[in-house]
């Protein structure tokens, strides 16, 4: 992340501590879905400034920084932007779901069948290492 400063323990107890907080780490801060809501809210509807935002919603600017609060503003204006609801976490990339939820059943079962005979190949692999490595050993 950067080279933002990190929380001290204290300052990590104050930010836990605020209802808009889902978790907080020395270098990092996960906003709760109210959170965004209310933020973006009061960025877009009354048009206040982020650090006046940060510190209506129980935020101390100095402690969080004004690195952090634009970071922030953009986070929730990519979100907003991608049409979708907020979240009080990360997406993660389609290529990281798994997609067998969406297979057809024999797709899946043809899935399940190929991936046994590679671990059957995997299994013979490996016993076989292992008795060369015996062999060797024996030789000596």
Known sequence: MRNWKTFTEE????????????????????FTVAFKEEFWRLYNEECQQPVRIMRELGFDPEVIGEKRIAGILIHIREQVNSGEEFRDVRKVPETQTKSDDRLTPSKSLLKMQHKLAYLEQEMEFIKKNILADNEARRRK
């Open 11 to 30: 300052e990590l107890k104050a930010i836990r501590a605020n209802p808009y907080v889902k978790s907080a780490t020395a270098k990092m801060i996960r």
